[in-house]
Each structure stands twice: as C-alpha cells, then as structure tokens.
Nanobody, 128 residues
Framework: QVQLVESGGGLVQAGGSLRLSCASS????????MGWFRQAPGKEREFLAS????????YYADSVKGRFTISRDDAKTTVYLQMNSLKPEDTAVYYC?????????????????????WGQGTQVTVSS
C-alpha cells in the first residue's frame, strides 16, 4: 500500500506564498503521475495540477494557472506545489494523489478517478 505524506500547509495572508510537499512511499518507479486537488467546505474536490512522473509534463486548472507550479524530485519521490499570489478563495484542504495508470493525455489526470492513492490532506488558510 502506497502512503503519501503531505506537509507545508498553514495560515498565510493574501498575496503570500506557500509550498506544499507530498512524499510517496513508492520507490519502485511504478508511479505514472501525481496530482494536487483541494476541497473547500461545502464544495466538491477540485483538480489543481498534475505531473507525469517520467516525462515531467504538467497540466494546470485554469483557476491556478500562472500562480501555482507543480514539480517533482525524483530522488525523493516527492512532488511539490508552489503556490504564489494566494487569495482567500484558495482556502481549502489540499490533497496530493498518485496514479499508477499510464495516459498519454494529461487531461486524463484531471479526474479524481484517475488516482489510486491519496494523502491525508493539509489545511491551507488564506486571510484577507
């Protein structure tokens, strides 16, 4: 069973930055993609960004494009989400997820159903 451990959440003022980390226990390189989602109270889980582990290709939701950056560290099997210019509406629980399904179409990973494992979530609160 793959375990994902997130860190880096917290309280930040609007306009500030945070970097989330997600370490995977999977060192077998069967990881095909990882993604970040968020869920605000009373709302559905929302796709933010994904990265193909082998090629490094990335894909972003329009709501975060230009503000958030997803990246990976191969040696640490860790994925990061750099969040800049944060807004109060970015307040949510942020989740990382790992997919073990190959897809040549990055938009496949926009769906939560594409992922096999999930982290426990980390709270991000942006104050106005």
């Amino acid at each position: 069973q793959v375990q994902l451990v997130e860190s880096g959440g917290g309280l930040v003022q609007a306009g500030g930055s945070l970097r989330l980390s997600c370490a995977s226990s999977d060192h077998t390189y069967s990881n095909y993609a990882m993604g970040w989602f968020r869920q605000a109270p009373g709302k559905e889980r929302e796709f933010l960004a994904s990265i193909d582990w082998r090629s490094g290709s990335t894909y972003y939701a329009d709501s975060v494009k230009g503000r958030f950056t997803i990246s990976r560290d191969d040696a640490k099997t860790t994925v990061y989400l750099q969040m800049n210019s944060l807004k109060p509406e970015d307040t949510a629980v942020y989740y990382c997820a790992q997919s073990q399904t190959t897809s040549f179409v990055m938009s496949y990973y926009n769906s939560a159903n594409a992922y096999d494992f999930w982290g426990q979530g980390t709270q991000v609160t942006v104050s106005s």
